[in-house]
């Protein structure tokens, strides 16, 4: 057997061990889904028709449409937090050891592990947007190939902070630290364009939000889906997202490989 096929066969045992943990104790995903959706109603029942005219919107459906591309990524943010505790837990539990002594491929566990946080990111961006359509989210001028690529920058920005959530749960000393030290991928959409335009920030606090990964994402997939305009955006998320990735792959397997030894 090949490397690639030794690879892809191990990587998908690892995925569906992932996979069925998932479906035996769902409650950790819908616990993580609880704060996305909370929020999106919170800010549209409760504060709605004031955050429109802070926007210069005319009523709440302007609101609503401001703040599902905000709510949507802070989705993504808040369920990796589930891929680095899983990791902390294999890593500080001695599976590694046992993993060690079978000839698998050695990324198998960590490449299980994204793949299968990116799928339930995905489902979860899903459920939030079905919500989000049933309390009045529209983008009706949203060609397919916009939709498309909406889609496209959703999965890319999850696989991104899946591979920071892995590494953190790779370097965290057990489950409840690995949860702790991914908390700041919730908090960053807080402190973005998630909920009010940089623009109107103080001054001081203005570039805290314009040079973080979630602002150009939340402004380029309002682009693709509301036609406001994008700008540089684009591309300042993509680099955001490769630059996130390689650094968690990097971070990730040498956790992996230091403590396997």
Same mark, same amino acid.
């Given at each position: 057997?090949?490397?690639?096929?030794?690879?892809?066969?191990?990587?998908?045992?690892?995925?569906?061990? %992932? /996979? /069925?943990?998932?479906?035996?104790?769902?409650?950790?995903?819908? %616990? @993580?889904?609880?704060?996305?959706?909370? @929020?999106?109603? /919170?800010?549209?029942?409760?504060?709605?028709? &004031?955050?429109?005219?802070?926007?210069?919107? !005319?009523?709440?459906?302007?609101?609503?449409?401001?703040? &599902?591309?905000?709510?949507?990524?802070?989705?993504?943010?808040?369920?990796?937090? +589930?891929?680095?505790?899983?990791?902390?837990?294999?890593? *500080?539990?001695?599976?590694?050891?046992?993993?060690?002594?079978?000839?698998?491929?050695?990324?198998?566990?960590?490449?299980?592990?994204?793949?299968?946080?990116?799928?339930?990111?995905?489902?979860?961006?899903?459920?939030?947007?079905?919500?989000?359509?049933?309390?009045?989210?529209?983008?009706?001028?949203?060609?397919?190939?916009? #939709?498309?690529?909406?889609? +496209?920058?959703?999965?890319?920005?999850?696989?991104?902070?899946?591979?920071?959530?892995?590494?953190?749960?790779?370097?965290?000393? *057990?489950?409840?630290?690995?949860?702790?030290?991914?908390?700041?991928?919730? @908090?960053?959409?807080?402190?973005?364009?998630?909920?009010?335009?940089?623009?109107?920030?103080? +001054?001081?606090?203005?570039?805290? !939000?314009?040079?973080?990964?979630?602002?150009?994402?939340?402004?380029?997939?309002?682009? @693709?889906? /509301?036609?406001?305009?994008?700008?540089? %955006?684009? #591309?300042?998320?993509?680099?955001?997202?490769?630059?996130?990735? &390689?650094?968690?792959?990097?971070?990730?397997?040498?956790?992996?490989?230091?403590?396997?030894?």
């Amino acid at each position: 057997m090949s490397s690639l096929s030794l690879a892809v066969r191990d990587s998908s045992t690892m995925l569906r061990r %992932n /996979l /069925l943990h998932t479906r035996r104790y769902p409650s950790g995903t819908l %616990n @993580l889904l609880l704060t996305p959706i909370m @929020l999106l109603l /919170l800010f549209v029942y409760i504060f709605g028709d &004031v955050m429109s005219t802070g926007i210069g919107g !005319a009523d709440r459906s302007d609101y609503i449409a401001y703040i &599902v591309p905000g709510i949507l990524m802070m989705t993504i943010g808040s369920t990796v937090i +589930g891929a680095a505790v899983y990791v902390s837990m294999d890593m *500080n539990e001695g599976l590694i050891a046992r993993f060690r002594t079978m000839k698998i491929y050695r990324g198998s566990m960590m490449i299980g592990h994204v793949v299968g946080s990116v799928l339930q990111c995905l489902a979860s961006v899903v459920l939030v947007g079905a919500v989000a359509m049933a309390i009045g989210f529209r983008s009706v001028d949203a060609t397919a190939l916009e #939709w498309l690529a909406a889609f +496209g920058l959703l999965a890319l920005f999850a696989v991104a902070l899946t591979w920071i959530a892995v590494g953190m749960g790779a370097a965290s000393p *057990n489950a409840e630290a690995a949860a702790n030290s991914a908390q700041p991928l919730i @908090l960053l959409p807080l402190i973005s364009s998630a909920f009010i335009p940089a623009g109107t920030m103080p +001054g001081w606090f203005r570039p805290i !939000a314009e040079y973080q990964p979630f602002t150009p994402a939340i402004e380029t997939l309002r682009g @693709l889906l /509301l036609g406001t305009e994008i700008g540089n %955006n684009w #591309w300042i998320a993509l680099a955001w997202c490769v630059g996130l990735i &390689v650094l968690g792959y990097r971070w990730s397997m040498a956790q992996f490989n230091r403590d396997a030894k």
